[in-house]
């Protein structure tokens, strides 16, 4: 990743970690290298980072790692906050949904669902300062174009509540929390 976006990233995780929400049990949707995870505390006790491409190496000790929620066995203790920082938006309409309805059978009552999904405009941004060789822009090819619209009905469905939505990043990324109220 270049520098751009590892400042990209950072703002994100500000953002996210900006919420009221409890990180004693946390799960994180697309963990990559684990960054997120480090950012929360550096010695996590009860930490699920899930991406098939993750670098294992890199996550923190004590955090575990799986490759799909499929491979989560439900906690005693179910998750008190899932974060899906700049992932939903690689996600097919399918897999949002299996998405929404997993992430919450894992979660605790009023566990916080932390998500951040960039707006459309940025297709159009980051190919022009990829070419520029700003930033890497990593897997810009596998969004979907779906709308956060889109992503709040299949969430709230699902029986997700969205609790606040704000944007950021001159308005091309948006800050969206969930919450489970259904337990």
């Known amino acids: 990743m270049k520098r751009l976006d590892h ?4 703002k994100r995780f500000r953002e996210a970690l900006s919420c009221d929400i409890s990180t004693e049990r946390v799960l994180d949707f697309g963990t990559g290298d684990g960054t997120l ?5 550096p010695n996590p006790e009860f930490f699920v980072g ?17 490759k799909s ?21 690689h996600l097919t309409e399918v897999q949002l949904r299996e998405f929404a309805s997993k992430s919450l059978a894992l979660s605790a009552k009023k566990a916080a ?21 700003l930033l890497d822009g990593i897997a810009i090819h596998e969004h979907h174009g779906i709308r956060v619209e889109e992503i709040v009905e299949m969430l709230t469905s699902e029986g997700w509540s969205l609790v606040s939505h704000s944007r950021f990043q ?8 969930f919450q489970n109220l259904n337990r």
Not at 170 to 177: A, E, F, H, Q, T
Request: charge should be negative; include cysteine.
């Open 7 to 10: 400042v990209l990233q950072k």
């Open 37 to 41: 995870l480090c950012e929360i505390c």
């Open 50 to 66: 899930v991406d098939p491409h993750a670098n294992t190496d890199s996550l923190p000790s004590g955090a575990s790692f799986v």
């Open 69 to 89: 929620l499929d491979e989560i066995n439900p906690p005693t203790n179910l998750f008190t906050v899932i974060f899906a920082l700049a992932v939903l938006e």
């Open 113 to 133: 669902l932390v998500c951040t999904v960039p707006s459309p405009k940025v297709d159009w941004i980051l190919p022009v300062l990829r070419s520029l060789r």
């Open 170 to 177: 001159l308005g091309l990324n948006n800050l969206m929390v």
